[in-house]
């Protein structure tokens, strides 16, 4: 069982910045979905296990930049710059053998992070 312990949510004025970080206790493929009120879980950005490929939805690429930190209990972070009113959202840390960007491809997540950006 992979554990995900997520911090870093709150809340920011539009244009500015956050920073997400997610803990795994495993060795996976990570990344971060988000779920917006009345709205589908929906694909944020995801890593590889070496970090070599990163991938993320057009909607935050150009802003958001995803990497991750082995070394350090297979840390996860997610930097959120240019933030805008529809990035708000709960953010959930997410680990997979073969994650996507389909939260079906998900085998663990985490409890989520709010991130509230305001206008």
């Known amino acids: 069982q992979v554990q995900l312990v997520e911090s870093g949510g709150g809340l920011v004025q539009a244009g500015g910045s956050l920073r997400l970080s997610c803990a795994a206790s495993g060795g996976y493929a990570m990344g971060w979905f988000r779920q917006a009120p009345g709205k589908e879980r929906e694909f944020v950005a995801t890593?590889?296990?070496?970090?070599?490929?990163?991938?993320y939805a057009d909607s935050v690429k150009g802003r958001f930049t995803l990497s991750r930190d082995n070394a350090n209990k297979n840390t996860l972070y997610l930097q959120m710059n240019s933030l805008k009113p529809e990035d708000t959202a709960v953010y959930y840390c997410?680990?997979?053998?073969?994650?996507?960007?389909?939260?079906?491809?998900?085998?663990?997540w985490g409890r989520g992070t709010q991130v509230t950006v305001s206008s």
């Open positions: 890593i590889t296990w070496s970090g070599g490929s990163t991938y």
């Open positions: 997410a680990a997979g053998r073969r994650m996507g960007s389909n939260p079906s491809s998900v085998d663990y």
